[in-house]
């Protein structure tokens, strides 16, 4: 009896590791200017709720922020989607996570806007400097951004060192090809810069770099091979993946396998995730875009996540899984000018999606 006793209590305590070693949040950056305009969100019942003990409640434990170098530069447009997280931001910001009882993913986009494979657009400040000089600059406003976190009682948890840079970073001096060999000394020394600056600031925190081809296992290899040839110091394999984009779910399975066999010293986390639910006041989609791959619906949402989650708990090598802007919510606000319908709150009502529910299965 004593014996079967002790199996159970060592089963208990290796689940018990494996929740405490494994992420599950989302990139929220823009909450705070849901808040300001009295953002209403609600509970599978209709109750209002404040979103970040909600989401600790609901057993989320981390929290991605976006960090833009001077978004003031940013294109108007690009405001309206949402940008607008400076250093001022992101350190108030980031004093609620953590009040919250929340970790801290800060993901340093090195652009004064969206930085994704499609723009990587050098800051403003920096345009006129050649590749040693962006190195420099990478390496000094990582460590002065960390250590104004570290000045408010905040340390990041976990940092991107670039955001989504499968084709290089400040462009054009770092733009590459990720299947070539050119241009791989000035990423590289730019994210050894990046990633000296994370150890010496916040040594404790993971370092992550991340791309979005998880659909794509040549490209994602050739990457990640380069990185090392690189000596880039770094833990953590981000992925993006979207379902629309980047292939079938059972093909994420196998690239995962893949990136076990081949790095099996770096964990792997989805970064970044997402699916439709509709396509109402958006204008980047048409109606029937992307319904080959999920319906566009909530039941359609819910199925995406649910498979996901499934496939996800397969692999031991995923330590993270992170829903990109579930904050989104249009109801009673005009935060942004067109409706992505990607998060995990109705736009129309402000109550949770029953893809929430789906999400949360991936910590044990």
Same mark, same amino acid.
């Given at each position: ?88 931001? !992101? ?52 460590? #002065? #951004? ?42 590289? #020394? ?9 150890? *010496? ?90 319904? *080959? ?40 606000? #005009? !935060? ?29």
């Amino acid at each position: 009896m004593k014996r079967k006793l002790l199996i159970v209590l060592a089963a208990l305590v290796a689940v018990t590791s494996q929740a405490q070693h494994k992420y599950l949040g989302g990139d929220i950056s823009l909450l705070p200017s849901y808040e300001k305009q009295g953002t209403i969100y609600k509970d599978f019942n209709g109750k209002t709720i404040e979103l970040l003990p909600y989401l600790k409640q609901l057993g989320w434990n981390a929290i991605r922020v976006r960090l833009f170098v001077d978004p003031q530069n940013a294109p108007e447009s690009h405001k309206g989607e949402g940008v607008c997280q400076d250093l001022d931001y !992101v350190i108030e910001f980031s004093k609620q996570i953590k009040q919250a009882g929340l970790e801290l993913m800060l993901d340093f986009h090195y652009s004064d806007t969206w930085a994704d494979p499609a723009k990587q657009f050098t800051p403003k400040r920096w345009e006129q400097a050649n590749a040693q000089q962006l190195a420099d600059s990478v390496y000094a406003y990582t460590r #002065s #951004s960390l250590l104004a976190m570290k000045q408010a009682g905040i340390e990041p948890d976990m940092i991107q060192v670039g955001n989504e840079i499968t084709n290089g970073m400040l462009w054009p001096t770092a733009h590459i090809d990720p299947t070539k060999d050119e241009g791989w000394d000035i990423l590289g #020394s730019f994210l050894r810069a990046g990633c000296k600056a994370c150890r *010496e600031i916040c040594p404790k925190a993971q370092i992550i770099i991340h791309t979005e081809k998880a659909g794509d296992w040549d490209i994602t290899r050739s990457y990640y091979q380069h990185l090392k040839q690189q000596q880039v110091d770094y833990d953590i394999i981000g992925l993006s993946y979207y379902p629309m984009w980047h292939g079938t779910i059972p093909n994420l399975g196998k690239n995962l396998n893949l990136l076990a066999e081949y790095f099996p010293k770096k964990s792997v986390m989805i970064v970044e995730t997402a699916a439709y639910y509709s396509h109402e006041n958006d204008p980047w989609a048409t109606p029937d875009q992307y319904a *080959e791959f999920y319906p566009i619906s909530k039941e359609g949402q819910t199925q995406f996540t649910r498979e996901l989650v499934a496939e996800l708990k397969k692999h031991n090598n995923v330590t993270g899984l992170f829903w990109w802007f579930p904050e989104e919510n249009a109801y009673g606000n #005009s !935060v942004v000018k067109g409706w992505l319908n990607r998060g995990l709150f109705d736009n129309q009502t402000g109550q949770v999606l029953p893809a929430m529910k789906e999400f949360n299965y991936f910590l044990p």
